[in-house]
């Protein structure tokens, strides 16, 4: 039987299969839809060290095999996180990740030094968020800026520290080489695409924001091409989202070199979907004679 | 709640664009809750939030109005064939703070969440107010249900000419429910509001999930953001700001 | 009856309706198909100084709702255009763009001299071609670099200048502000997104070069978003490429600021499709009382 | 040619995961020709390319094999709806030059295109030999048209057992025309080569346009690169060079 099992970061994971922040709440809401201790781990939703309310208008709009969102960040803030949602999460027996967001540098440090005391055991930040008005998309666009985050956040952070890349940076490779050089264990990517929308008869965007955070398999193509240059590029793990729906869409992507994959749209389309994924993978691996994922692991 | 493949015992239209679609389904199921539809054929990829319009013996039914591309596709699905279902979801009607003499006030496919809802109550104390663009549907259904049935049309065809808030007198009532428009449940909870009703809203947002963890569905209220799909999508009017 | 005709670089239009490069040819395939002088415009194949083979192995790959192309640039070479299919598709009553693809500065340089004797009515220059490995790429990348070509070729060019970018590009508003100041009369965009596809049976990627260019629906989110952006930063004429399929896909990039569109994957999923969207915009504006395009151009 | 949509007359299983579909269509077609087939539920983006197996009054007829989601789809599409019909495209086979004694040989669903040009030939010159993995499908008709039929399965459940390339002999053919599996098509043009006999080959390539425009179904051949959609996909043996 082909062996899912992967050790990054000194950890070791059940299996590749994340669920991705932002998609899958702290968890609670899949424990009634299936046992959620198969998965590898799951990314809480964006937290920031404020609560937030989130966006105002039409948060979700579909596209073609795609979908746009401007959740815009709601969410209890980092001390409700870690009082009430964590306890939860420790118990689902999968690896938990907290994703960060902010606004200020000053917000991330705050954050990290909250989260360094708990039992969390990745800690995700975020750099991308292209849906809150200030701050997140500056530091995710240019690579200068983003070194100045991560490293800061490199000194005050106890935990594993994987920086979240957006697809919207000016050059991704750069990007990751720099995040690497500034002190991140692991590189995840990518984030959502910028997009847009119009409501053709009330003639205005759909979004408040204007802009929207594309995702789902339409973008599979662009994130697969930029994990493997990010692989390439750097000797961290690297853990690859964006438009992940089947188990032979995350065998792509390992070959491409990633060490974890996040799901994130395809929890919507099908909610119980990691599930289906995991068991597409073992399925491909017995077929090809598989025994370790190391095997394939950037073959390509 | 499990995501699983029904098989659709049946999926007529009833009228224009208006499907009537039952499908193989065995768990216990509240009025006002709704499923998540997916046909299996990666026409479309989030699946469509439907109420529960009846429930019968080892099947749930749903009644729907193609409306874009997802509800055509769910309209081409044939008998036998399979369809993700995902639910029952949502929190539903809460039958216990439904009492006395009791409205239901529908309006086009809005009618749907009513239906299973007015068969719980008891149908003395229940009226149905149901209002259409046109031609109307369901009314023998709806009449079997309830003490009156009373239709309005925009164009007059069936029943009183213009909108159904316009046939109402909210206060012969001590409980109304609405489903509709928004503009019609604006009306509604905005009378009620005025003399003193107690009145229930069944809403609608656009979903991802459906199950309260992407946060796309969230709507402010008195009480801060509510996600529709789990706190709601029934609300109680005095908690909704919008209106 | 809405009126669909545009006046762009003191030229008219039928309508804004163009077909894209790469994806009708030089028109005469389908001519056979449906009166292509219904057209706004036809975009020849992207053409080089000397002719070109293509790509080997695989040239194309379905994604959901997109499609992978990697021809490669196959055309006959400028002169052969000029000689061979220029003076055909002038027979069809509608504008030629002639679409020049190029290696060097001085590539383009040549290019431009023999179609400047042409009667071309636009010359699009193409600085964002992903498939050929020299050159090509760079051009479309970093706005000083696009900022030299462009200059070089305003200097010898008597058609208008319009300029192809690529969403590959680093910073998309900026690389139009300096083509605009380079002398670009028009701006079109977006060209193919760089994606990647892997053959996990063969432990191969899909493409010999390893990326390939991503166009159709799956897109269109993110080159609407580019071209309302562009609009925004730039005060000459945008064409609108990426993903349109629909009339109602055209109304919103019009809506979002553009002049002109171009119809490119969209040919492939239906031949005759520019016929069913010129008569769906027609269909959308009279329902909506608008008699002209300008009375909506740019109003989100 | 044009793009319509044709009303589906049949679209049935025979066997496994093949199917036959008869669609609507009146107009020309030469053997060896194929049209770009796709459904309108937008279940994906390219139409797909599928040889005419044959042609009768007012009717085109393909035969297909389930081969990935595209295929799978058509296979849904059922009898009165409508489906996406461009073509026909391609060059075709060249009836002129095939003279003499013929053999076609088919591989697999590679037998489709050669139906309609057996029955366009003479039917004592013309011999079929047809090689299967397993169950063999479409033997009958066939041997309607052709002097004789030989079969091989590679499970040996049916005729020979092995490739089809084992069971002829090239040497007794004036023309030989094959579609299949690139291996099996290789062996056969090797075998013509090697043995002066003419040869044609129906190729396939991945296609997106379907009418010379896009070049993504390009080909090298010893003419240089050649549109397998347009100079194809009927190929004389010669100019191939990836054999
Ligand atoms: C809790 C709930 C219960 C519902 N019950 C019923 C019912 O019983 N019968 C019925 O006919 N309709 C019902 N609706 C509305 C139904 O979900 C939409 O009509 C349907 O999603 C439209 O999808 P489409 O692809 O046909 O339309 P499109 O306009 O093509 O849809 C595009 C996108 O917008 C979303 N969308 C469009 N309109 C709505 C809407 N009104 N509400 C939510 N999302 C929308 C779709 O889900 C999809 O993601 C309900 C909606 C909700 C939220
Ligand atoms: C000229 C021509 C004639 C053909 N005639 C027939 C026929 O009569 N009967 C039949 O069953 N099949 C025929 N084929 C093959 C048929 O086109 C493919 O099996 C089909 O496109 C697969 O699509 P899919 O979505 O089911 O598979 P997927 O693998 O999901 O397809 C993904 C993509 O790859 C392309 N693709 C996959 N396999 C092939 C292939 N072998 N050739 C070309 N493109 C491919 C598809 O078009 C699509 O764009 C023909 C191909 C060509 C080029
Ligand atoms: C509704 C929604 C909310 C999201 N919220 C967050 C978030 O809070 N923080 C974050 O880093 N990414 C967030 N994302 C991005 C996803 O984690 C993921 O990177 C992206 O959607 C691409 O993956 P996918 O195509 O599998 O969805 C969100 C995505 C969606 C669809
Ligand atoms: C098969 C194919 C070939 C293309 N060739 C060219 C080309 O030669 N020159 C060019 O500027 N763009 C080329 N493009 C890009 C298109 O012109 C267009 O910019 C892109 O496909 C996005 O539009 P779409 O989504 O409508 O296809 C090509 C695209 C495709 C699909
Ligand atoms: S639809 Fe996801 S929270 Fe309601
Ligand atoms: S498929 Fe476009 S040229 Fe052959």
Redesign the interface.
């Given at each position: 039987m082909a062996n899912l099992k992967v050790n990054v970061l000194n950890m070791d994971f059940k299996n590749p299969i994340l669920t991705a922040s932002g998609t899958f709440g702290f968890g609670e809401e899949y424990v009634q839809v299936y046992d959620i201790s198969i998965l590898g781990g799951i990314c809480s939703k964006g937290l920031t060290i404020k609560p937030k309310e989130g966006n105002k208008g039409t948060r979700l709009w579909e596209t073609p095999m795609g979908m746009m969102n401007s959740i815009g960040l709601q969410n209890p803030g980092v001390e409700k996180f870690i009082s009430e949602e964590l306890p939860k999460m420790k118990k689902y027996n999968t690896k938990i990740i907290a994703n960060l967001g902010g606004g200020t540098i000053e917000d991330y440090l705050e954050g990290v030094k909250k989260l360094n005391k708990t039992d969390i055991d990745i800690l995700e930040l975020n750099i991308s968020c292209p849906n809150v008005k200030s701050g997140g998309m500056a530091f995710g666009i240019k690579s200068e800026i983003a070194y100045e985050v991560v490293k800061e956040v490199r000194k005050v952070c106890s935990k594993p520290l994987m920086v979240k890349l957006s697809p919207n940076a000016e050059n991704i490779s750069d990007m990751a080489v720099t995040c690497e050089k500034a002190g991140a264990d692991a590189i995840s990517l990518i984030n959502t695409l910028k997009g847009m929308a119009v409501d053709i008869y009330k003639r205005k965007p759909v979004f408040e924001n204007t802009y929207a955070g594309l995702s789902g398999p339409a973008v599979k193509p662009v994130a697969l091409r930029m994990v493997h240059e990010v692989c390439k590029a750097v000797s961290i793990p690297v853990c690859g989202i964006g438009g992940i729906t089947t188990g032979k869409d995350v065998i792509e992507f390992i070959m491409a070199g990633a060490s974890l994959i996040q799901i994130g749209t395809a929890n919507f389309v099908k909610p119980d979907i990691c599930l289906d994924i995991i068991n597409e993978i073992t399925e491909f691996m017995d077929k090809e004679g598989i025994k370790d994922l190391n095997e394939i692991r950037g073959i390509v | 709640?499990?995501?699983s493949f029904g098989r659709i015992i049946e999926n007529d239209k009833i009228i224009n664009n208006i499907y009537k679609l039952e499908v193989e389904f065995d768990g216990k199921i509240n009025p006002g809750q709704f499923f998540m539809l997916?046909t299996l054929?990666?026409?479309?990829?989030?699946?469509r939030p439907i109420s529960v319009y009846d429930v019968g013996e080892n099947k749930v039914v749903f009644l729907y109005r193609i409306e874009g591309?997802?509800t055509e596709?769910i309209s081409?699905t044939?008998s036998n064939h399979e369809i993700?279902l995902?639910g029952p979801l949502g929190n539903g009607f809460n039958l216990q703070e439904i009492k006395g003499k009791t409205a239901v006030i529908g309006g086009g496919i809005g009618i749907a969440p009513l239906f299973y809802l007015i068969k719980k109550l008891k149908k003395e104390n229940t009226d149905s107010y149901l209002g259409f663009k046109e031609t109307p549907y369901c009314l023998e259904e709806f009449e079997r249900y309830s003490n009156k049935v009373v239709v309005a049309t925009e164009d007059g065809s069936v029943g009183d000419k213009g909108y159904i808030t316009n046939s109402i007198n909210v206060k012969d009532y001590d409980t109304i429910i609405t489903c509709g428009p928004s503009i019609m449940m604006e009306k509604v909870i905005q009378m009620c509001r005025e003399n003193d009703v107690k009145v229930f809203a069944s809403l609608e947002s656009?979903?991802?999930?459906?199950?309260?963890?992407?946060?796309?569905?969230?709507m402010?209220t008195k009480k801060?953001?509510q996600r529709v799909c789990?706190e709601g999508p029934v609300f109680n009017g005095e908690e909704l700001m919008i209106y």
């Amino acid at each position: 039987m082909a062996n899912l099992k992967v050790n990054v970061l000194n950890m070791d994971f059940k299996n590749p299969i994340l669920t991705a922040s932002g998609t899958f709440g702290f968890g609670e809401e899949y424990v009634q839809v299936y046992d959620i201790s198969i998965l590898g781990g799951i990314c809480s939703k964006g937290l920031t060290i404020k609560p937030k309310e989130g966006n105002k208008g039409t948060r979700l709009w579909e596209t073609p095999m795609g979908m746009m969102n401007s959740i815009g960040l709601q969410n209890p803030g980092v001390e409700k996180f870690i009082s009430e949602e964590l306890p939860k999460m420790k118990k689902y027996n999968t690896k938990i990740i907290a994703n960060l967001g902010g606004g200020t540098i000053e917000d991330y440090l705050e954050g990290v030094k909250k989260l360094n005391k708990t039992d969390i055991d990745i800690l995700e930040l975020n750099i991308s968020c292209p849906n809150v008005k200030s701050g997140g998309m500056a530091f995710g666009i240019k690579s200068e800026i983003a070194y100045e985050v991560v490293k800061e956040v490199r000194k005050v952070c106890s935990k594993p520290l994987m920086v979240k890349l957006s697809p919207n940076a000016e050059n991704i490779s750069d990007m990751a080489v720099t995040c690497e050089k500034a002190g991140a264990d692991a590189i995840s990517l990518i984030n959502t695409l910028k997009g847009m929308a119009v409501d053709i008869y009330k003639r205005k965007p759909v979004f408040e924001n204007t802009y929207a955070g594309l995702s789902g398999p339409a973008v599979k193509p662009v994130a697969l091409r930029m994990v493997h240059e990010v692989c390439k590029a750097v000797s961290i793990p690297v853990c690859g989202i964006g438009g992940i729906t089947t188990g032979k869409d995350v065998i792509e992507f390992i070959m491409a070199g990633a060490s974890l994959i996040q799901i994130g749209t395809a929890n919507f389309v099908k909610p119980d979907i990691c599930l289906d994924i995991i068991n597409e993978i073992t399925e491909f691996m017995d077929k090809e004679g598989i025994k370790d994922l190391n095997e394939i692991r950037g073959i390509v | 709640m499990k995501c699983s493949f029904g098989r659709i015992i049946e999926n007529d239209k009833i009228i224009n664009n208006i499907y009537k679609l039952e499908v193989e389904f065995d768990g216990k199921i509240n009025p006002g809750q709704f499923f998540m539809l997916k046909t299996l054929d990666n026409s479309f990829l989030l699946p469509r939030p439907i109420s529960v319009y009846d429930v019968g013996e080892n099947k749930v039914v749903f009644l729907y109005r193609i409306e874009g591309h997802g509800t055509e596709m769910i309209s081409k699905t044939l008998s036998n064939h399979e369809i993700q279902l995902f639910g029952p979801l949502g929190n539903g009607f809460n039958l216990q703070e439904i009492k006395g003499k009791t409205a239901v006030i529908g309006g086009g496919i809005g009618i749907a969440p009513l239906f299973y809802l007015i068969k719980k109550l008891k149908k003395e104390n229940t009226d149905s107010y149901l209002g259409f663009k046109e031609t109307p549907y369901c009314l023998e259904e709806f009449e079997r249900y309830s003490n009156k049935v009373v239709v309005a049309t925009e164009d007059g065809s069936v029943g009183d000419k213009g909108y159904i808030t316009n046939s109402i007198n909210v206060k012969d009532y001590d409980t109304i429910i609405t489903c509709g428009p928004s503009i019609m449940m604006e009306k509604v909870i905005q009378m009620c509001r005025e003399n003193d009703v107690k009145v229930f809203a069944s809403l609608e947002s656009r979903m991802a999930c459906g199950i309260g963890a992407c946060l796309g569905c969230a709507m402010k209220t008195k009480k801060g953001n509510q996600r529709v799909c789990k706190e709601g999508p029934v609300f109680n009017g005095e908690e909704l700001m919008i209106y």
